[in-house]
């Protein structure tokens, strides 16, 4: 399948009527407006295609499923207006996201670690919009009441994990599909607790944005287990985030490096 016949299969799928339809064929970006609303959002097309060539009509399904709720989000919001109250979460995403919407309004954002920067969404049941500095009226909050709310919520989200064992090595998943599971990184008792239990090297990797990968790192094969999981949620992730991983300890989260022989490399080693 090509870029122009996903477009179409879209538009077969969604309703071509209920759109305008904007397709870049340069930049493989697809634009859709609803025309009800006249708010639109816009789709990458290349990272589809690669899920598509995975998953196949699965990624159909889930793109289209993620485009429909969006949308009807945004009539939630037209007919009953902004809600704030306990429905604003921090979400992690990569440095190299845009940090403005295509309209050129900037999104509330927070630093995190040079991979990963916070940004705060409204959530809006099955979906979320990321808040942007326009939105705040709506809101009837600042920036700095957005962040402090967010981080609130973040701490009652439940934390459950499941555990594996590789090689000898113990690794947890937080894995909800709530659409915060990397937020947990944001955690820190979580993260606290979780660090009492560990037996030798805690890592923490948010590869996407539906799961957090706690690892107990206790022999070298263990970081190369590591870096090929990171790697394969990284790829099959919806919204991936980094395939890099953190050292925790007391607090405190450094990217590593893994290289070849298994051995792990603090970022200013590696510089």
Same mark, same amino acid.
């Given at each position: 399948?090509?870029a $122009?016949?996903?477009?179409?299969?879209?538009?077969?799928?969604?309703? #071509?009527? +209920?759109?305008?339809?904007?397709?870049?064929?340069q930049?493989?970006?697809?634009?859709?407006?609803?025309? %009800?609303?006249?708010?639109?959002m816009?789709? $990458?097309?290349?990272?589809?295609?690669a899920?598509?060539?995975?998953?196949?009509?699965? #990624?159909i399904?889930?793109?289209?499923?993620?485009?429909?709720?969006?949308?009807?989000?945004?009539?939630?919001?037209?007919?009953?207006?902004? =809600? %704030?109250?306990?429905?604003?979460?921090?979400?992690? +995403?990569? /440095?190299?996201?845009p940090?403005?919407?295509?309209?050129?309004?900037?999104?509330?954002? $927070? =630093? !995190?670690?040079?991979?990963?920067?916070?940004?705060?969404?409204?959530?809006?049941?099955? /979906?979320?919009?990321?808040?942007?500095?326009?939105?705040?009226?709506?809101?009837?909050?600042?920036?700095?009441?957005?962040r402090? $709310?967010? +981080?609130?919520?973040?701490?009652?989200?439940?934390t459950?994990?499941?555990?594996?064992e590789?090689?000898?090595?113990?690794?947890y998943?937080?894995?909800n599909?709530?659409?915060?599971?990397?937020?947990?990184?944001?955690?820190?008792?979580?993260? &606290?607790?979780? &660090?009492?239990?560990?037996?030798g090297?805690?890592?923490?990797?948010?590869? !996407?944005?539906?799961?957090?990968?706690?690892? =107990?790192?206790?022999?070298?094969?263990?970081?190369?287990?590591?870096?090929?999981?990171?790697? !394969?949620?990284?790829?099959?992730? /919806?919204?991936?985030?980094?395939?890099l991983?953190?050292?925790?300890?007391?607090?405190?989260?450094e990217?590593?490096?893994?290289?070849?022989?298994n051995r792990?490399?603090?970022?200013?080693?590696?510089?």
């Amino acid at each position: 399948m090509n870029a $122009s016949q996903l477009v179409n299969l879209l538009k077969e799928r969604l309703g #071509a009527d +209920r759109f305008e339809w904007e397709f870049d064929r340069q930049n493989n970006r697809l634009r859709m407006t609803n025309k %009800a609303l006249g708010k639109g959002m816009e789709l $990458s097309l290349p990272p589809l295609l690669a899920k598509y060539e995975q998953k196949k009509e699965k #990624a159909i399904d889930e793109a289209v499923y993620t485009i429909d709720e969006t949308f009807s989000a945004m009539e939630r919001e037209a007919s009953e207006g902004f =809600d %704030a109250a306990g429905r604003i979460y921090p979400v992690i +995403r990569s /440095t190299s996201f845009p940090v403005e919407s295509r309209d050129g309004r900037r999104f509330v954002t $927070s =630093d !995190h670690t040079a991979e990963t920067r916070i940004f705060y969404a409204l959530d809006l049941g099955k /979906t979320y919009r990321l808040i942007d500095e326009a939105m705040l009226g709506d809101l009837g909050m600042g920036e700095q009441q957005v962040r402090e $709310s967010a +981080r609130f919520r973040v701490r009652q989200l439940p934390t459950g994990v499941k555990k594996d064992e590789v090689a000898g090595n113990v690794f947890y998943f937080v894995n909800n599909n709530d659409g915060y599971d990397a937020s947990r990184i944001l955690n820190d008792k979580f993260l &606290q607790d979780m &660090q009492e239990k560990i037996e030798g090297d805690m890592t923490v990797s948010v590869p !996407h944005q539906d799961v957090l990968i706690i690892g =107990d790192i206790r022999n070298e094969t263990g970081y190369d287990v590591l870096a090929q999981m990171t790697m !394969h949620y990284f790829t099959v992730g /919806t919204v991936p985030v980094t395939s890099l991983s953190f050292i925790y300890d007391n607090g405190e989260l450094e990217p590593i490096f893994i290289l070849a022989k298994n051995r792990p490399v603090g970022k200013e080693e590696k510089e």
